[in-house]
């Protein structure tokens, strides 16, 4: 019997396939930024979920390849120190190994080969550029106070507060600022001049979005894009031969340039537009003369995280224990006044949790992946969008903490892959995209329980009648066996249960291990109340002295609201 001929696939049936596939992934990728859902205790927790399946979907549909070896030790290595470091269980840490695991995924799938045309480069700049765009309309709505008509859908801020659905101004001009990255990237692989035209109508909508986020980590994300663009774009002219422009892949640098003036020209205008009167709406200039307030200055900040360090600085206070140390830590100067939880600074923060090795290992390691890579000699433009949305995070992370948030973990992620691709990248072995393919299920499974154990914990902290129908009794009972939110619904029980002798001593517990999750005054009254009432007078002096320093105004609240006279607190021993 003979051998049957080939099976010839005509491409023209295969085309609409890989163009669907590439919306699929372009859409993943930008649904990250752009997800409206949130509820709960925590604010993030659905962004990140959403971002967790979106990132199994990747890995499902694929390519996938592996990233260098230096990528999986860099990320095991920080795992490691985390969940060593951390002193109340996985509760405490289990998020940040997830988060890290995540984005060892996501580097999976930059390290990809490139089998379907543009593949990862074309996948992460539509992805960010279509979010960036729709996150640019959203916000100006938002400017302006018109965006009342989609909520749900985004959130109505007050006026002159543009962020889309990221819900903070640095992380929208964050991502603006990554989407100008793939703008420039996409006018350098495109010749057609609508095409190009259109890229740069897009970046002019960027550009008023990124002044309408008032935003001065943003400005300067923006100012170091432009000033790197500019120079590529004179090496390029300088390189070409006389009156050709075949090599001339980035715009003019002219008119690079120009975009500064006209950035400080928007940011003028656009407060002018919002009405509501004279000063009604902060503008990036007012923003950038009087700067913070002065108690809530990074500056200030930052000399508290330093103390923290000054007090361990070998293995650090714990992950997660950061707010708490800021508690109970006396300053010789001034205090930062809200509860500290971030260093608004990933090397002082993996500094004052982990401790000084472990922050010098973390970020040493990844500063010598970056020297070795050698980024000033780069010349292909798919590394060099990479390289400018990675360093646009790097420089938010020096000054708050993106990589807490799952749509940044992603492009972290696939950013890794993309410049430190494993050895063979063109010849993965056959049984990678299994794994793949079962790290992703397992992904899946990860995301529905946490996501329906989440569910389970936000009843608490919804009003009675707006909560699913079995649990709007008993609603307490009912939550506290969650076993990824355990600090969710501590949090909440101690907050909802009155403090009684005959409970004294189990708040008293209770209150000990959720002031180390919020060390907020309604915690700290019921850690007072109850060790009052066990006899712990000792204790009690000290954290009702502590309370009146940390929180003077609540402290002197709760003096009045229970008629309480300060001297009637137990004297210290």
């Given at each position: 019997?003979?051998?049957?001929?080939?099976?010839?696939?005509?491409?023209?049936?295969?085309?609409?396939?890989?163009?669907?596939?590439?919306?699929?992934?372009?859409?993943?990728?930008?649904?990250?930024?752009?997800?409206?859902?949130?509820?709960?205790?925590?604010?993030?927790?659905?962004?990140?979920?959403?971002?967790?399946?979106?990132?199994?979907?990747?890995?499902?549909?694929?390519?996938?390849?592996?990233?260098?070896?230096?990528?999986?030790?860099?990320?095991?290595?920080?795992?490691?120190?985390?969940?060593?470091?951390?002193?109340?269980?996985?509760?405490?840490?289990?998020?940040?190994?997830?988060?890290?695991?995540?984005?060892?995924?996501?580097?999976?799938?930059?390290?990809?080969?490139?089998?379907?045309?543009?593949?990862?480069?074309?996948?992460?700049?539509?992805?960010?550029?279509?979010?960036?765009?729709?996150?640019?309309?959203?916000?100006?709505?938002?400017?302006?106070?018109?965006?009342?008509?989609?909520?749900?859908?985004?959130?109505?801020?007050?006026?002159?507060?543009?962020?889309?659905?990221?819900?903070?101004?640095?992380?929208?001009?964050?991502?603006?600022?990554?989407?100008?990255?793939?703008?420039?990237?996409?006018?350098?692989?495109?010749?057609?001049?609508?095409?190009?035209?259109?890229?740069?109508?897009?970046?002019?909508?960027?550009?008023?979005?990124?002044?309408?986020?008032?935003?001065?980590?943003?400005?300067?994300?923006?100012?170091?894009?432009?000033?790197?663009?500019?120079?590529?774009?004179?090496?390029?002219?300088?390189?070409?031969?006389?009156?050709?422009?075949?090599?001339?892949?980035?715009?003019?640098?002219?008119?690079?340039?120009?975009?500064?003036?006209?950035?400080?020209?928007?940011?003028?205008?656009?407060?002018?537009?919002?009405?509501?009167?004279?000063?009604?709406?902060?503008?990036?200039?007012?923003?950038?003369?009087?700067?913070?307030?002065?108690?809530?200055?990074?500056?200030?900040?930052?000399?508290?995280?330093?103390?923290?360090?000054?007090?361990?600085?070998?293995?650090?206070?714990?992950?997660?224990?950061?707010?708490?140390?800021?508690?109970?830590?006396?300053?010789?100067?001034?205090?930062?006044?809200?509860?500290?939880?971030?260093?608004?600074?990933?090397?002082?923060?993996?500094?004052?949790?982990?401790?000084?090795?472990?922050?010098?290992?973390?970020?040493?390691?990844?500063?010598?992946?970056?020297?070795?890579?050698?980024?000033?000699?780069?010349?292909?433009?798919?590394?060099?969008?990479?390289?400018?949305?990675?360093g646009a995070i790097v420089l938010h992370s020096l000054l708050e903490y993106p990589l807490w948030y799952g749509p940044f973990q992603l492009v972290f992620g696939l950013c890794l892959g993309m410049l430190w691709p494993g050895k063979g990248r063109s010849a993965i072995s056959p049984i990678w995209p299994a794994l793949s393919s079962l790290a992703a299920v397992a992904m899946l499974a990860i995301v529905g329980l946490a996501g329906w154990d989440y569910i389970r914990v936000s009843q608490i902290y919804l009003p009675p009648d707006e909560r699913l129908p079995a649990y709007q009794e008993d609603t307490l009972a009912k939550v506290r066996g969650t076993w990824l939110f355990t600090r969710q619904a501590e949090f909440a029980e101690l907050t909802l249960v009155a403090v009684t002798p005959a409970n004294a001593a189990e708040m008293h517990s209770l209150a000990q291990r959720v002031i180390h999750f919020s060390p907020e005054p309604r915690v700290i009254i019921k850690l007072?109340?109850?060790?009052?009432?066990?006899?712990?007078?000792?204790?009690?002096?000290?954290?009702?002295?502590?309370?009146?320093?940390?929180?003077?105004?609540?402290?002197?609240?709760?003096?009045?609201?229970?008629?309480?006279?300060?001297?009637?607190?137990?004297?210290?021993?």
């Amino acid at each position: 019997m003979g051998k049957m001929p080939p099976i010839a696939v005509p491409i023209a049936s295969i085309q609409p396939v890989y163009k669907m596939l590439g919306l699929t992934r372009t859409a993943l990728v930008a649904l990250t930024f752009v997800c409206p859902w949130v509820g709960g205790p925590s604010a993030s927790a659905w962004q990140l979920l959403v971002s967790w399946a979106c990132l199994a979907g990747l890995l499902l549909i694929g390519p996938v390849g592996s990233p260098a070896l230096r990528v999986w030790v860099w990320l095991g290595l920080g795992g490691v120190l985390v969940a060593l470091s951390g002193s109340g269980g996985p509760a405490a840490w289990g998020g940040a190994c997830l988060a890290i695991a995540g984005i060892a995924a996501a580097a999976s799938v930059g390290s990809a080969p490139a089998h379907d045309g543009g593949g990862v480069p074309l996948l992460l700049a539509r992805g960010v550029l279509a979010a960036g765009l729709i996150s640019a309309v959203l916000g100006l709505l938002q400017y302006y106070g018109l965006a009342e008509p989609l909520v749900p859908w985004t959130t109505a801020p007050a006026l002159g507060q543009a962020y889309g659905n990221l819900r903070q101004r640095n992380q929208f001009a964050t991502l603006i600022s990554m989407a100008w990255c793939a703008a420039l990237w996409l006018h350098a692989t495109n010749d057609a001049l609508n095409v190009r035209r259109r890229l740069m109508a897009a970046a002019g909508l960027l550009l008023v979005a990124a002044a309408a986020s008032t935003s001065r980590t943003g400005l300067l994300q923006l100012l170091s894009i432009i000033a790197v663009a500019t120079f590529i774009a004179m090496r390029e002219r300088r390189g070409a031969p006389q009156g050709s422009v075949a090599a001339h892949r980035l715009p003019d640098p002219k008119w690079l340039l120009a975009t500064i003036p006209l950035y400080f020209a928007i940011a003028w205008l656009l407060p002018q537009l919002a009405g509501g009167g004279e000063g009604a709406v902060e503008s990036m200039l007012q923003r950038l003369h009087t700067g913070a307030p002065q108690d809530h200055s990074r500056l200030i900040l930052w000399r508290n995280v330093l103390t923290l360090i000054a007090q361990h600085p070998w293995t650090g206070w714990g992950w997660g224990e950061l707010s708490f140390a800021h508690y109970s830590t006396r300053y010789d100067g001034a205090r930062f006044v809200e509860i500290l939880d971030n260093a608004h600074n990933l090397p002082l923060h993996l500094a004052v949790e982990l401790g000084i090795p472990a922050a010098v290992l973390i970020c040493g390691g990844f500063l010598w992946m970056v020297i070795a890579a050698r980024p000033w000699r780069e010349r292909d433009p798919a590394r060099l969008m990479a390289w400018g949305m990675l360093g646009a995070i790097v420089l938010h992370s020096l000054l708050e903490y993106p990589l807490w948030y799952g749509p940044f973990q992603l492009v972290f992620g696939l950013c890794l892959g993309m410049l430190w691709p494993g050895k063979g990248r063109s010849a993965i072995s056959p049984i990678w995209p299994a794994l793949s393919s079962l790290a992703a299920v397992a992904m899946l499974a990860i995301v529905g329980l946490a996501g329906w154990d989440y569910i389970r914990v936000s009843q608490i902290y919804l009003p009675p009648d707006e909560r699913l129908p079995a649990y709007q009794e008993d609603t307490l009972a009912k939550v506290r066996g969650t076993w990824l939110f355990t600090r969710q619904a501590e949090f909440a029980e101690l907050t909802l249960v009155a403090v009684t002798p005959a409970n004294a001593a189990e708040m008293h517990s209770l209150a000990q291990r959720v002031i180390h999750f919020s060390p907020e005054p309604r915690v700290i009254i019921k850690l007072i109340e109850s060790a009052q009432l066990l006899g712990r007078d000792a204790e009690a002096r000290a954290q009702a002295e502590r309370f009146s320093e940390v929180y003077p105004q609540e402290f002197a609240r709760w003096l009045k609201e229970a008629d309480r006279d300060p001297a009637q607190l137990p004297p210290p021993q």
